[in-house]
């Protein structure tokens, strides 16, 4: 069965996933990183983003992800547009590299930003990186510099974290400083092992 080892991890924009999943990585977790298999298709598909958006967006067969991403969190059809190229070809390959590790038959991780968004995942286990929504802004504006109607325009693009953290199968919660994340991060781990093993 695919995706019968699998975790998902998520959140929402600047609720630290990338920290929690480097933390999980040094536990052991094998982890597969949609975000890196995006970046590798988006530029695989420069030719598209320019035929789709302008060349302005790509440079020696790089999309420019940060202007890229300006056009389409202000416009709602524009991202439509981007996602329906995109999504079907991250599926695939997060479906290839699931397939070799549910072989191993020991717990994985899925790094999905937009799991619930996408609705695109059979996995069953999932684990929401929790800040609160003025936890976001404000590491939004500090972390990117950007205006808090920029920031806010990108965390109301994705379901609220409140919602998620009702779905969750496990919540890490990352309200606090790095040495809470860390200690929650570990029990998260203690968690899914007892549950898989």
């Known amino acids: 069965m695919l995706f019968k080892y699998a ?3 998520t959140g929402s924009i600047s609720t630290g996933k990338s920290t929690a999943i480097n933390i999980l990585k040094q536990t052991g977790f094998h982890v597969i990183d949609a975000d890196s298999i995006s970046h590798q298709i988006l530029d695989e598909q420069h030719q598209n983003i320019a035929e789709m958006f302008g060349k302005v967006f790509v440079k020696e067969g790089s999309v420019d992800r940060k202007a890229l991403g300006n056009i389409v969190f202000e416009d709602p059809e524009a991202r439509r547009r981007l996602e329906a190229l995109l999504h079907p070809l991250i599926y695939e390959r997060i479906v290839e590299k699931a397939t070799k590790m549910d072989k191993r038959a020991v717990p994985y991780i899925v790094d999905i930003p937009l799991f619930f968004e996408g609705g695109r995942y059979a996995i069953e286990n999932v684990i929401v990186v929790y800040a609160t929504k003025e936890q976001q802004l404000n590491r939004l ?9 920029e920031a806010l325009s990108r965390i109301d693009a994705q379901i609220d974290i409140e919602e998620k953290r009702q779905s969750a199968s496990y919540v890490i919660d990352n309200s606090g400083n790095l040495k809470q994340l860390q200690y929650e991060t570990e029990r998260i781990r203690e968690e899914i092992l007892g549950d898989f093993l």
């Open 7 to 9: 975790i998902a991890l």
């Open 141 to 149: 504006m500090e972390r990117e510099g950007y205006s808090e109607e």
